[in-house]
């Protein structure tokens, strides 16, 4: 063997080395490339897939935004209808006020208010009146709390909702109602427990606004303040009233007859403002017969409105 042989031997194994490498090196290369096309690939097919979601969701929630628009519109359009039947509705009955003073109506009013609510017992009311058809004036106060005073492991403020959803007026008998500790001490703080009790209907009665006052004890209790009271009130939009007749549930009733006997010796006007209480079971026990007496003698009854010729203002 020559060393030329040898040479050509040594030449080819480094040239098989060098081409292996170089195979290496490319299927490396292919493995990488093509591994990396995968994920690029995969990458694509998820950003189009979100993208068809987020397409799928947009469409849904435009569908559920028109829906809900639709809904608001239609909403706005009963509240102004709403609006106008009121008006409507106490516009006939101021006309019908107007008549009976000029003597052009022999038909009587009544209109029944209690006081001092809610109470538990106010659901018993309600019921009465629901089922003689009458509507009444509640003149509230927060001077229970938000539980029932008659019934503790209640929630009173509940029938906020109850009287406006059965067609009664919420009127305002201040949110403390504390004749003899604070409420009377200056006209600021009377319009204070007056707005602080708005806000309290306001809170539970789906924004309804009061704008009917009644003095806690009759306006003569705000003695020399009655005035700026009074001008206090007016500023604020309000008009108040006190009673024209009573069972006298007020005080210290004894007795159902003792109640008729309050009630019928003090009815004796056309237009009358009657002052009762939620809280009395007297009261509660007489309603429907006193309902039926009042029908007979020829009252209608009807809630309370600020426009209304009893209102002062
Ligand atoms: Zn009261």
Known sequence: MGRKSKKSGKLFIVSSIFLLLISIIFLLAYFYFDTEIHKTDKKNGTIIKLKEEKNVLLTSKKEELSKIEANITELDDLETKLFNTKKKYYGTIKELEDQIISGKNDKKIAYLTFDDGPYYNTYKVLDILDKYGVSATFFTTTINGENCY?????????????????GHTIANHTFTHAIWRGLYKSADSFIEAVINQENQVKKYADGYKTNIVRFPGGSSTAGKLKTSIIEKLREKGYGWVDWSAQDGDGGSLKSTEEAWNNLKSSINQDIEVILFHDYSSITTEILPEAIEYLDS???????????SNVINK
């Open 150 to 166: 008659d019934k503790k492991d209640t929630n009173c403020l509940v029938l906020y909702k109850e009287y406006v959803k059965r």
């Open 297 to 307: 003698k020829g009252y209608v009854m009807l809630p309370l409105f600020y426009e």
